[in-house]
């Protein structure tokens, strides 16, 4: 066994995960230009947690590696020797990051879904390695499951990929059929203990709606959403054995929102039913978080706002894995922090793991991953984005609440401030300058800390309130 992780000077220049005790310093003995402020007073949202998805690829290439080193990757994420991933997301038969196109229900007219069955990748990857991870973890883990396309005997243009939506209409046999598809996948990973937190309704559903779309996908319309959970998707949990599921509808792009949210939610029927709404980072430069994630949030608080997929490396422009790229650790702590700061309450990386290429993926939509793994040196290299998610998923305990924070100045730093349960303060700072800025931080319980960010580096600060 041979687990490699990128150079050092990664680790120890750019990633700074501070510890401080603060103690009552003499402010007149550290002079600062910037002195950031805790309002604990100022309470938002609680946060739910962090976490990858166990797709199809990043379970072949977990299992790729020998026992030793898959022991090791795994709790590199779930154990609390590692960064303690609390979500995972786990794609309900096939997506693009498979190497075959296949659905849990492929025998044409089956309506009662009577050859409803796992795949190969779900008994032998995802399940087991799975159990292992929730094994590891300290911590029941939450999965919530995606899924990409309904079978093609359901669909208008029967294959799982291009433009195609569910024949007939909300409250009919095919929409039915979908439902109960949901509800069996649940039945069926629970014969193996794995239980689910939660379920999108369905993997970005505007990609259905696109000619020649080239992977798998099933196209959602707000409207057609809105009444397949309000007529079929939500009687059918309801009634089931998994009426505490919780159900996100969107998992799509958030530069839809508002407008999705008031199109279901609006609706009492299908807003009963659901529970948050999930969103994706892909083109967030034009989709400000205010108008965005805030405006949803105020306009519907009693539901949860959840990131529910990013990666690096999507953009035709930057396409690919880049080994030990700082700029895309950058990114990831830049936009869960603006998110976070925008009544986000958890966040979801996409891969757990991918090859040197960005894959497998069957239509070759390869993308980065936090860990790139090496089979044929029987090595995982842990990525600058890695360490980026550890700082929140590592110190982000679950229920944690994001508080007020103000600044005595303009500063080019990112900042979000938590109390935790056990009355710990959470302070997680992001600097993209290229100057190191001095502050300190005023805790009104407690005194003064002085700290410094250096150039392009984000610091964790955890400190006692008691």
Known sequence: MAINTLPFYILHFKINIATYMLSYLNPSLFISALRITLNPSQKYQRIKGFGGAMTDAAAMNILSLSSGAQDQLLRQYFSPDGIEYRFVRVPMASCDFSTRLYTYADTPEDYDLQNFTLAEEDIHMKIPLLQRAQALSAQPLNLFASAWSAPAWLKTNGALIGKGSLKGKPGGKEHKTWAQYYIRFLEEYGKYNLSFWGLTSGNEPTAGEMTNYSFQALGFTPETQRDWIALDLGPGLHSSSFPQTRLMILDDNRLLLPHWAKVVLSDVQAARYVHGIG??????????????????????????????????????????????????????????????????????????????????NWVKNFVDSPIIVDSSKDVFYKQPTFYSMAHFSKFLWEGSQRVGVSFSQHTSLEISAYIRSDASAVLIILNRSEEEVQFEVWDQTLGFLPGSAPPHSILTLLWSRR
Do not use: M
């Open 279 to 360: 969103f994706h980072w892909y083109l967030n430069n034009i989709a400000p978080p205010g108008i965005t994630l805030t405006t949803t949030h105020h306009l519907y608080p009693e539901y949860f706002l959840f990131a529910t997929e990013a990666c690096a490396g999507w953009s035709p422009l930057d396409r690919g894995v880049r080994l030990g790229s700082w700029d895309r650790a950058e990114n990831y702590a830049h936009d869960i922090i603006e998110d976070l700061n925008d009544f986000v309450t958890g966040w979801t990386d996409w891969n757990l793991a991918l090859n040197q290429d960005g894959g497998p």
